[in-house]
């Protein structure tokens, strides 16, 4: 998988922002030159930004409000790692829509995980593409033609929420 990813890296052109990627997948932005690379990091529950630069710490940014420090339709690719986002799930699906003009890449290690990141993705209106490998799952979401509205955010707020809790209590109950 992570070949694939360094072949998709190597012809990417335009803004990139990466959140929680590993090392070796940064290190295929620093040959291509074509790229403004934004790397949103985990660090004590915060991410740090920092552009173009992969060693040198950023301000701390609330990964809650990517609308407030990225414009609409300012970023053309986003590769993410599903772990690092899975707490914030409801607050990233809205700010990436928002965000993202072009395509964005996502990893997984579940079907379940894929599965749900898909409904949550389609109900904007975006083109979802799953690519199995030996452990991992990349999609592939096609955001070009998605629609974000005002009202229906916060329709899909409440009802992430709502899942949210039930989760949370059938946790509780059979545990």
């Keep these: 998988m992570f070949n694939h990813l360094l072949s998709i890296i190597t012809e990417i052109k335009g803004n990139v922002l990466t959140i ?3 090392d070796k997948l940064l290190k295929g932005f620093k040959n291509n030159d074509c790229v403004n690379v934004y790397t949103l990091n ?21 990964i809650k409000r990517l609308k407030k420090y990225f414009k609409k339709n300012s970023l ?5 790692d599903y772990n690092d986002v899975k707490d914030y799930l409801k607050y990233v699906v809205r700010d990436i829509v928002y965000t993202n003009s072009n395509t964005l ?15 949550r993705f389609r109900r904007y209106g975006a083109v979802v593409d799953i690519k199995k490998f030996k452990q991992n799952y990349l999609l592939t979401i096609d955001n070009s033609n998605s629609k974000t509205n005002w009202i ?4 899909f707020y409440m009802s992430d929420t709502a899942y949210n809790i039930v989760e949370l209590i059938s946790a509780i109950l059979t545990s």
């Design 20 to 22: 929680g990627i590993d």
């Design 42 to 62: 985990k660090y004590n529950n915060s991410f740090s930004k920092s552009k173009k630069r992969i060693s040198n710490k950023g301000k701390t940014i609330n």
């Design 76 to 80: 053309d690719y986003i590769i993410c």
């Design 105 to 119: 890449y996502l990893y997984c290690t579940s079907l379940d995980d894929a599965d749900l990141i898909t409904k």
């Design 152 to 155: 229906l955010n916060k329709i």
